[in-house]
């Protein structure tokens, strides 16, 4: 391979990483806290967004109950914090390993009935998992959920302030679309499109496609684990609801919203989906009816979701252009023989 | 020689339809087999039930002597068995010879041949190479045939299933099909192929097995096969 091909797709990552940075660079415009506090929940969103792209976007399967698996490291870590006094930095690898294990034990049997009957199966587990931790009683706090107290700490400086634990965030989005990007260049991404594409031939040329559906599925699971223990650092208190159906749509939908295919799309969604009701003024139920809609729309007329969407318009525009483009980016992949 | 398949007393019933009435079938090494027979008579069954697509409602399998009845699809791929579907098939949103990437990264080391050809190679091949840089969803019927080909190739194969490889091709297409398949055998793959063509079953191969209503009612040289009675009955008003 040559230094061209190996950088090509490096280019594909660099919009992504420019808008970061830029994203970054907000706090320097003295944003309120209102403001804040909602870029925060919405760049935790996006982090589980970049592993639900993995699984979608990738392998073509859609989990109705992603809110799930953010939720059992979240209670995760709240629990290692009060029975046994574990800070973030310990409770976020951990809990992400739980938030995978989970997900192994949703996806064996799940992934085994396969097609449609995957969305089913992790909205059942997604219901089944608020249910449990509503009646956990004690442990889980039941209905009233858990609160988790400490403070995060980076080098020896408390993060736990606003403007700092935005920029913590930035950074763990970074690290989310980065750790996709890679995936999705990866000779496993490859296979993951494969099975997305055609199962059957997938199969006949080797691959295992169960057991790929359910790594798709643990790997997504890391993901929403980072994310889960974001967020109950962050809220300082979880209870089930946070957890349940609605969130898990709201995440399906944010994906499916942003376009799931394309390293910018989790990015576009998070932030569209956080701000948008912000900006109309809507309340939430005007704000479910929007998004209901939103969806309705992106599913009939954008098919790879809004940022998919406007690519295709640009290429539209400069059609000229992306075609030589497309022909030089077909040259170097012929000559790696 | 042992054979390289045998197949002995498979039997597969979907519902009350018997597919697969317990054939016996022996797949000698070097050899390009076919398999013909009426519509519904059981072909394609024969070839899902061996490479793992269906499981089989009885009988046994043995490549090269081991048993692999019931294996996974991918495990049956990875054990040396190359397959193309009689619907042909690419990953469609996928370049084509990205698709032929995928099918060799997860083949089974090693491989009659060593190096085995790169997918580049394999394109080349088939005749595609050309068309490296399209999507495969928009390669014309033909293509997409010989692309299968490539893909099944790229598993690195000593046993290849080709289910109606020439359906659909044209004159030029299918000349073109016969010759590359008969240049597998000094490749060290051994070749199975089902198809309705009686002139290009001929082109082909030198021994037939004939199917009729899941049962093996014929198997031999080509031209005894082809004058056989029984054979001639079931084709009876047909394209024989
Ligand atoms: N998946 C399935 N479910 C139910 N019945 C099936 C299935 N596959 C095949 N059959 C039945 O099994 C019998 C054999 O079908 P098969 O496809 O093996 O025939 P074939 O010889 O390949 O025919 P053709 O020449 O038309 O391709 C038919 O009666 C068919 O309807
Ligand atoms: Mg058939």
Redesign the pocket.
């Known amino acids: 391979m040559n230094a061209g091909s190996a950088l090509k797709p490096l280019r594909s990552l660099l919009p992504v990483l420019v808008i970061l940075a830029l994203i970054a660079l907000v706090p320097l415009f003295s944003p309120s806290n209102r403001f804040l506090s909602l870029a925060i929940s919405a760049g935790i969103n996006v982090i589980a967004l970049y592993g639900l792209s993995v699984l979608f976007g990738q392998t073509g399967i859609l989990s109705m109950g992603h809110a799930a698996l953010v939720g059992v490291s979240a209670y995760a870590a709240a629990i290692l914090a009060r029975d046994f006094g574990v800070g973030f930095w310990v409770a976020l690898p951990v809990a992400a390993v739980a938030s995978a294990i989970f997900a192994m034990i949703v996806g064996v049997p799940s992934l085994r009935v396969g097609g449609h009957h995957f969305v089913i199966m992790t909205f059942a587990f997604g219901q089944l998992l608020a249910i449990v931790l509503t009646n956990g009683g004690d442990y889980t706090g039941a209905a009233t959920g858990l609160d988790i107290a400490g403070p995060v700490t980076l080098f020896g400086a408390d993060v736990t302030e606003l403007t700092r634990y935005y920029l913590m965030v930035v950074a763990f989005v970074t690290v989310a679309a980065v750790a996709s990007w890679a995936i999705i260049h990866s000779s496993y991404g490859r296979t993951l499109r494969a099975i997305r594409e055609n199962e059957k031939l997938a199969a006949s040329l080797g691959i295992n496609v169960g057991r790929h559906k359910i790594g798709a599925f643990v790997v997504s699971g890391v993901f929403a684990g980072v994310s889960g223990v974001l967020l109950a650092y962050f809220l300082g208190h979880i209870s089930p609801s946070q957890f349940s159906s609605f969130p898990s749509i709201y995440l399906a939908l944010m994906v499916m919203i942003g376009g799931a295919r394309l390293i910018e799309g989790p990015l576009a969604g998070g932030i569209l989906v956080a701000f948008l009701p912000e900006v109309l003024n809507l309340d939430p139920v005007q704000s479910r009816i929007v998004y209901g809609i939103c969806l309705i729309a992106v599913i009939m007329l954008l098919p790879d979701g809004l940022i998919g969407g406007i690519v295709r318009a640009l290429r539209g525009l400069f059609a000229g252009k992306a075609k030589q483009e497309a022909e030089r980016d077909a040259a170097p992949s012929e000559a790696r023989r | 020689m042992s054979p390289i398949l045998a197949i002995s007393g498979l039997s597969k019933q979907?519902?009350g339809?018997t597919?697969l009435a317990g054939v016996d079938l022996a797949i000698e090494e070097g050899e390009i087999l076919g398999v013909v027979?009426?519509?519904?008579?059981?072909?394609?069954?024969?070839f899902?039930v061996v490479t793992g697509v269906?499981k089989p409602s009885g009988g046994t399998v043995l490549f090269r002597g081991r048993d692999i009845t019931g294996l996974a699809p991918h495990a049956i791929s990875r054990a040396g068995i190359g397959y193309t579907f009689?619907q042909a098939m690419a990953f469609a949103g996928l370049g084509v010879l990205e698709n032929v990437q995928i099918a060799g990264e997860h083949a089974r080391a090693g491989g009659t041949a060593n190096p085995w050809p790169t997918p580049q190679a394999l394109l080349d091949f088939v005749g595609l190479s050309a068309l490296g840089g399209e999507k495969a969803g928009v390669l014309p019927f033909g293509s997409l045939r010989l692309l299968g080909l490539a893909l099944a190739l790229a598993t690195r194969p000593s046993l290849l299933l080709l289910?109606?490889p020439a359906a659909g091709l044209n004159d030029r297409e299918t000349t073109a099909l016969v010759g590359l398949v008969r240049q597998l055998p000094g490749h060290g793959i051994t070749v199975c192929v089902?198809d309705?063509d009686m002139k290009l079953m001929q082109m082909l191969c030198r021994r037939l097995a004939v199917?009729d209503f899941?049962s093996k009612i014929a198997d031999g040289p080509t031209e005894a096969v082809l004058a056989d009675p029984k054979v001639l009955d079931v084709y009876l008003g047909g394209d024989l």
Not at chain 2, 37 to 46: A, H, I, Q
């Open positions: 979907f519902g339809v597919a027979g009426p519509n519904g008579s059981g072909k394609t069954t024969l899902n269906h009689q289910d109606e089902i309705h199917l899941g």
